[in-house]
Every structure is written in C-alpha cells, then in structure tokens.
C-alpha cells in the first residue's frame, strides 16, 4: 500500500505566487497615494489655521506687521510641513506651506494670502497644481 503524498504542487505555488502579486501590484500605488493624501491634509490645515490667528492678529493691531515680520509666528511643530510667512507690507503677507524632504509628499507646495487665495504651487508626481485652490487629491 502507498501512502498518499501530501502537500502542494509546484503549479499551486505558482499560482498563489502570481495572484499575490497581482494584488500587491494594485495595493501598494494605491496605499502609498493613500498616505500622501493624509500628508497634504496637514499642510492645508496649518495654513488656514494660520490665516484665522493672522486675521485676529489683524483685528487687534490693524497690521500684519510685527517688527518687519508677519506678527503671528508660523506654527513649527508640523510632521510633514513647514510653514513660512513673509509680509510685503501692513496691510498685506504670504503664508506658504513646503513639504519637507522626508515627507511621503515632498515637493508638494501651498500658499495662502490675506485676502484667503489658496494656491498649490508645486505637488508630486501624480497630482495636479491649481492657481485657484488647494488640491489634495
């Protein structure tokens, strides 16, 4: 009497083989999209925030000048962005949010001005820039 053999054939290897990276083929551009897509939401957010504390700043001193400087700091404690501001003068600045280089979304670029124009300036590859908003899609 034989006994009878157990185990998997190599075709049935094969096969999951091929089927597992069918699936991680679509999974990881679509997980790594995901993650960039998470990243620009901090950017964006930092930058309206900052728009409201310039405006009270504003409100208060009828200037967004504080000594030749935006009047407000810009927030430091970002994970994947920096956040700048220049004022061209009292009445009017430039806040701009750049995505540091260790960021899943380096190269991605926001602005915002006191009269709330949001512009993308730059964004990785597989996104689209806008003059008139901020993309983060």
């Given at each position: 009497?034989?006994?009878a053999a157990s185990g998997f054939t190599l075709i049935e290897v094969l096969s999951a083989v091929a089927i597992i990276g069918i699936l991680a083929a679509?999974?990881?551009?679509?997980?790594?999209?995901?993650?960039?897509r998470g990243?620009?939401?901090e950017g964006?957010?930092?930058?309206?925030?900052?728009?409201?504390?310039?405006?009270?700043y504003y409100q208060?001193?009828?200037s967004y000048l504080l000594g030749g400087a935006c009047g407000i700091t810009p927030p430091a404690n970002l994970t994947n962005f920096t956040v700048t501001c220049v004022a061209a003068n009292a009445n009017a600045y430039t806040a701009?949010?750049?995505?540091?280089?260790t960021s899943p979304v380096n190269g991605a670029t926001y602005?915002?001005?006191q009269s709330n124009n949001?512009?993308?300036?730059?964004?990785p590859a597989g996104f689209s820039t806008s003059a008139t908003s901020w993309v983060t899609r």
């Open positions: 009497m034989r006994k679509i999974a990881i551009p679509n997980y790594t999209k995901y993650v960039q990243a620009l939401v964006t957010n930092a930058l309206a925030q900052y728009r409201v504390q310039m405006e009270q208060d001193n009828h701009t949010a750049t995505a540091k280089a602005t915002i001005d949001q512009v993308t300036v730059a964004m």
